[in-house]
């Protein structure tokens, strides 16, 4: 069967996608041209803006699509208490993703903090979804009776973000060549905290 027109739109969309991804992994965001991306999708540099509008905006695209993959995959995996035991096979597939691009990945880190909108809010309402996810894992492990019932999931959640930025922070700078194991060494200590006030509290 033929593809439509707005089935060719989407496949070729991807497959400027997956030419942009591939390119900026090998050659690093500045040193790519839109030619060159058009090159290897086999496409014109003309379709290419049409589809994107520029490389700035392809490089928006491709970084949040790829992380809108990641984390719905990732919290996916949540599935099996303790809590810890859910937020590190959470933060270990989000990180398998930084490490198997770590040059696009610096690049993300980069750019996502600075994104000018729209990108910046879909940016942001991404690193707020993950902060909802770890809240309602919290309040569930509060149920479970795994954490105190004065414990503030919310405040929890944000903890849980800080450490993931640290780690990704201190991996890009070369500090840290694990940085998945850092935040589970912290969130553990954190966690520990929390279940001796519940045990005190008691």
């Known amino acids: 069967m033929t593809p439509s027109r707005d089935e060719k739109k989407k496949i070729t969309r ?8 591939a390119c900026f992994e090998a050659e690093g965001y500045e040193a790519t041209s839109v030619r060159d991306i058009a090159s ?8 290419v803006i049409h589809h994107f509008g520029s490389k700035r905006e392809l490089l928006y695209a491709t970084l949040f699509e790829d992380l ?9 995996l949540c599935t099996s208490p303790p ?3 859910q937020l590190d096979a959470m933060t270990r597939h989000i990180f398998s993703y930084y490490l198997r691009r770590p040059r696009l990945s610096r690049v993300l880190l980069k750019e996502s ?13 991404q690193t707020a979804r993950l902060h909802g996810a770890v809240e309602a894992l919290a309040g569930d492990a509060m149920r479970r009776g795994e954490l105190s019932p004065v414990v503030d999931a919310r405040m929890l959640a944000m903890a849980y973000v800080s450490f993931y930025y640290f780690a990704l922070l201190a991996w890009a700078q070369g500090g840290h060549e694990d940085p998945a194991r850092l935040v589970s060494v912290q969130m553990a200590q954190h ?7 519940r045990t005190t509290g008691g």
């Open 40 to 47: 290897a999708a086999e496409v014109s540099a003309g379709s």
């Open 113 to 125: 903090l600075f994104a000018e909108e729209p990108w910046a809010s879909r940016f942001r309402e």
């Open 68 to 76: 809108e993959t990641t984390m719905r995959e990732a919290l996916s």
């Open 14 to 21: 991807q497959t400027i996608l997956e030419a942009a991804r």
């Open 83 to 85: 809590l810890g035991a």
């Open 191 to 197: 966690l520990r905290g929390l279940s001796s006030a």
